[in-house]
């Protein structure tokens, strides 16, 4: 089975920029489409943004991260990035890595998506 490991979040003031990492310590994603969901206190697990495993590297993306938010993938090193700009308070959440079930496949549920990892956390201040 698949182990994915987040890095990256911490504190950030609004209008500041993280970048998120996830990478498969064991077993790969190369294959797979990969996913990033953020959860905050009190609210249901939310898609952020997609990437499927293509030459094209197609993209999905939440409307609130459309425009603020990148996300790249590695496969070779079976890694995956989440690049975040004007970051704002309410993008505070627990930020989670995923596996699609399919190779092209860009669902925007969780019930789309097998595998996940612990979770990173990433907090806003204004």
């Known amino acids: 089975q698949v182990q994915l490991v987040e890095s990256g979040g911490g504190s950030v003031q609004a209008g500041g920029s993280l970048t998120l990492s996830c990478a498969a310590s064991t077993g790969t994603f190369s294959r797979y489409a990969m996913g990033w969901f953020r959860q905050a206190p009190g609210k249901e697990r939310e898609f952020v943004a997609s990437?499927?495993?293509?030459?094209?590297?197609?993209?999905n993306y939440a409307d609130s991260a459309k425009g603020r938010f990148t996300i790249s993938r590695d496969n070779a090193k079976s890694t995956v990035h989440l690049k975040m700009s004007s970051l704002q308070p309410e993008d505070s959440a627990v930020y989670y890595c995923a596996r699609e079930h399919t190779a092209y496949g860009l669902g925007m549920r969780s019930a789309d998506f097998g595998f996940w990892g612990q979770g990173t956390q990433v907090t806003v201040s204004s």
């Open positions: 990437i499927d495993w293509s030459g094209s590297r197609r993209t």
